[in-house]
């Protein structure tokens, strides 16, 4: 449009002042969305803030134009044109602060008119015709001045002499029908009548129109005055008067240079034209706007010449991906240079953008194309140009995210931020030119950063000079020759220094001298170490040495970026802050800026606990729990500067817990503690709740037995038995419930030693439906409350100790959730529970998950409190995870005696 140029020059120029690298980043998010109330959120909605199946955009003189309509089958169909003025007030500048105070404060703007309709509520469909009423518009245009809009299935565009200000204005002029009333598509020779027409574009004096159904493009070389005023030139046909086969299926695919199926956009620069040449998988691209009918485009992309058409042609187009099992070279599905389905064509002179519909991504070339099927630059929508989550059935729950798009129909480009109509989605999302990229999975849980797959080897038998061992893991391997007088301490150093010394493996391993084993653990986070196979083998097979491997393959690899609101995050990247600056450890409110830096979280300012060059630690809010993505930038003030980095998308799960653990190599060790000063010991309440059922607790030789009545619960009965217990005032022990399920903790009232070792037993009369569990033989484990578990100071078996944690997700209790703020200290029930029970591995085995709780207190810290087994053998790197349905932590280790073990006492 004319002043689009001009727009786009003042823009850059201003960003360039602030930002000179300020560009696009392959994989980014969007920053700011416009139709929906969350990044994920796909309400089908008509209303003043909200939208449908959107098609057509343009941008011109500070307003977005919205044609809330398509024709490929996302609903509802909002027959409506919507105009948003003053945009710079909905997109914001790109280095400006996001105001506060709503759910989600880049989720923006609110229609300034509707078309179309009488007003924003209204999906009105007339059965005649008329100058303001439409029928599926796609596709919209303005220079600032006068407005455009392709009313599809009226088959005619409706141009407006001046920008409307009033609702459901009339247009002023028709073109493709005689008359506002008339409708009708023509068979066989077309003239000046349209057919379902999905393009058009006003520049300078020139209106063009892609009149899809007619596979042609027509120019008017001035604005029409005049109804029904016949076009000057045709573009895709010889002539105006050539008949047109109809339809689609039946329709020759011959592609030349000269002719196009079913284009559906037309746009230009000033200088050249671009065509959206859809049922031929192609753009196609005029040096100069064309003067004559029939002229051939000069350059086209996608395709490796004008006698192609395939959808993604990537033999053509592409770079090979190596040769494949069958001999042959192969290529990937897509790359940067192919196109399927093409909707949109834009180009501001500088860059060019392509909205690559079935590819569900927008192309952008940072200069001009300059040959045939050249390749893209930078990819948007997708993570890369060889991917397509959007419609890969792996990724169901991320298809409506703040990275992805579905199928992308048309773009509109304001010098800073492109807006792409993501259709399937309902939604107009921005994509802005930033100073810096964040990394993909930049943001990731505090605690567990990432997930590695683990495996081990245990050895066992008989030492024998001369004997051979070889592990193999992926394929490398590696083997160790024992030697005289050879220990196990010395051939696990030996196995894990070959390993550790393979820059080129796959694992790393670490020694367990207690169990004489061996801890593989994956170089890579994540699941793919969940594909990490490993085997050992012996010289001689008569050899007595035995190994036993944990299985064929590591297991364990989870993925840390995906978080559950609340966490505590951290977000790794480069020239995040001018400084390190901390919060104090005890601050019971986290501020939300932080040294010059603000980290936004659907556009909601997040609360920082670190800022520093490489890494922020920061909350995940709490709002975005209704959200299965958020997006994620961080807003830089450097001195008398703003820079931002490139947004990326955060996977909002609703529980994904992390243990936290010192720095070093994982597996780490974790910050575990001591439970108590005192023994402790577990009775499980389980069954029914019967009446006349009797149950009993009994300490050394004192019962305390309590008679369920009529109405009582299981919990009733626990605490029932808990206030026997209590009553009597010469008892040795104390109760008090368990955090979870229902179960009665028991607790010495002297504290230090002297607890240890007083028996308890559980019991319930012959024939009661109630179950009563004693978990050990006796209280144990007194130590000093709160003390870190070492090697020094180790656990021991049936002991109670204390995993911190975070990402635990939302608490079971509505009313108790309701007291949790975002970045603020909990102050509410010390008993609240998450949605999501929590179990435990220790040491192999199931350990008793006793209490899980958001802490009183702290922000985003939950505690866990975990019964060990009581035969757990001496470990001084016993393992440990806490899981919530599929969602596994992080493997920590801590330090573990067992005094009756008879090989490490």
């Known amino acids: 449009m004319t002043n689009l140029r001009v727009k786009y020059l003042v823009l850059w120029v201003a960003s360039v002042a602030i930002a000179p690298s300020a560009e696009f980043y392959s994989g980014q998010a969007a920053r700011l969305i416009i139709g929906q109330k969350t990044f994920t959120a796909q309400a089908p909605a008509t209303t003043v803030d909200q939208l449908g199946g959107v098609g057509g955009l343009a941008f011109a003189n500070n307003m977005l134009f919205v044609a809330d309509s398509n024709r490929v089958g996302s609903l509802p169909l909002n027959h409506r044109v919507l105009i948003y003025r003053n945009l710079d007030q909905i997109a914001l500048p790109v280095n400006a602060a996001i105001p506060q105070g709503s759910r989600c404060p880049a989720c923006r ?49 409706l141009l407006w002499n001046s920008i409307p200000s009033n609702n459901n204005t009339p247009a002023n002029i028709v073109l493709g029908q005689e008359n506002f009333t008339s409708s009708a598509a023509p068979r066989g020779i077309p003239g000046q009548r349209m057919r379902g027409p999905q393009g058009v574009w006003i520049q300078g004096t020139r209106l063009f129109v892609a009149d899809s159904g007619h596979s042609r493009i027509l120019i008017w070389n001035n604005i029409p005055t005049q109804n029904f005023q016949p076009a000057d030139i045709v573009l895709g046909q010889p002539d105006f008067n050539t008949a047109i086969e109809l339809d689609l299926a039946r329709t020759t695919i011959d592609p030349k240079a000269e002719n196009m199926v079913n284009p559906v956009s037309v746009t230009s620069d000033g200088q050249r034209m671009y065509v959206a040449d859809l049922g031929q998988n192609r753009v196609l691209i005029w040096n100069s706007i064309p003067t004559r009918n029939a002229q051939p485009a000069d350059l086209v992309l996608g395709q490796p010449d004008f006698v192609s058409a395939n959808a993604n042609n990537s033999p053509k187009v592409c770079a090979s991906n190596g040769i494949g099992s069958d001999g042959k070279e192969g290529f990937p599905r897509t790359c940067l240079a192919t196109l399927d389905f093409p909707r949109f064509a834009l ?57 992805l798009l579905r199928t992308p129909m048309s773009l509109a480009w304001d010098g800073t931020n492109l807006y792409v109509s993501d259709t399937y989605n309902r939604r107009v999302v921005v994509f802005s030119l930033h100073d810096q990229p964040l990394p993909f999975t930049a943001v990731r849980n505090l605690a567990s950063r990432d997930v590695f797959a683990t495996g081990s080897i245990t050895f066992d038998g008989t030492i024998k000079e001369g004997d051979e061992v070889t592990i193999t893991v992926s394929g490398r391997t590696y083997s160790y020759k024992f030697i005289r007088d050879d220990t196990y301490a010395n051939i696990l150093l030996q196995f894990a220094s070959k390993i550790n010394g393979d820059v080129d493996g796959t694992v790393t391993a670490s020694v367990i001298t207690d169990l004489r084993a061996l801890l593989l653990t994956a170089r890579t986070g994540g699941a793919d170490g969940n594909a990490i196979d490993f085997t050992t083998s012996k010289t001689p097979d008569t050899s007595t040495i035995s190994l036993t491997t944990s299985g064929a393959v590591l297991v364990g690899g989870q993925d840390a970026a995906q978080v559950a609101a609340g966490t505590l995050i951290t977000l790794f990247g480069d020239n995040l802050a001018p400084a390190t600056v901390s919060v104090p450890a005890d601050a019971k409110e986290l501020p939300r800026t932080l040294g010059g830096v603000r980290v936004y979280f659907d556009g909601i300012e997040a609360p920082l606990l670190m800022v520093s060059p490489t890494q922020i630690n920061a909350q995940i809010p709490w709002e975005v729990a209704d959200s299965t993505s958020s997006n994620a930038y961080v807003r830089i003030e450097r001195g008398n500067s703003v820079v931002t980095t490139s947004p990326v998308a955060v996977p909002i799960i609703p529980q994904n817990p992390g243990i936290f653990a010192v720095e070093g190599l994982d597996p780490r060790p974790g910050i575990i503690t001591h439970f108590s000063d005192r023994a402790t010991g577990t009775v499980s309440v389980d069954g029914t709740a019967n009446a006349g059922d009797i149950a009993t607790v009994v300490i050394e030789d004192r019962e305390y037995a309590y008679t369920v009545k ?16 209590n009553a009597n005032a010469d008892e040795k022990v104390e109760a008090f419930s368990a955090g979870i399920f229902t179960r009665i903790r028991l607790r010495a009232k002297a504290p230090g030693a002297s607890g240890n070792g007083l028996t308890y037993t559980a019991k319930t009369n012959e024939g009661g439906q109630v179950i009563m569990t004693a978990t050990t033989p006796a209280l144990c484990c007194a130590n000093t409350a709160g003390a870190l578990i070492t090697e020094a100071n180790p656990a021991l078996p049936g002991e109670t100790i204390v995993v911190t944690a975070t990402g635990l ?97």
């Open 710 to 725: 009529s109405g009582d619960t299981l919990a009733t009965i626990r605490d029932g038995v808990i206030a026997l217990i």
């Open 809 to 905: 997700g939302k608490l079971k209790n509505a009313d108790t959730q309701a007291l949790v703020r975002t970045g603020v200290a909990f102050d509410g029930d010390p008993l609240n529970e998450p949605n999501e029970f929590v179990s435990s591995l220790a040491g192999g085995k199931t350990a008793n998950v006793l209490y899980s709780a958001l802490k009183p207190g702290a922000i985003g810290i939950y505690e866990v409190h975990l019964e060990l087994n009581s035969d757990l053998p001496t470990n001084s790197k016993t393992q440990v995870t806490i899981a919530q349905d599929i969602y596994v932590s992080n493997v920590v280790t801590f330090a573990l005696k067992n005094p009756n073990d008879p090989v490490n006492p």
């Open 109 to 157: 703007g609110a229609a300034s008119t509707v078309l179309g309709q009488a007003d924003f509520d209204k999906n009105v469909l007339p059965q005649v015709p008329t100058a303001a009423a439409m029928r599926s518009p796609t596709a919209v245009a303005s220079d600032g001045v006068r407005l455009a809009v392709a009313d599809t299935d009226n088959n005619r565009v």
């Open 347 to 403: 180009s501001d002179g500088r860059r060019l953008f392509v909205a690559d519909g079935g590819n569900d991504r927008v192309l952008v070339y940072n200069t001009l194309p300059v040959k045939n099927g050249q390749a893209a630059d930078v990819v948007l929508g997708q993570a890369s140009g060889d991917t397509n989550r959007s419609s890969d059935s792996a990724f169901p729950l991320f298809r409506s995210s703040a990275d």
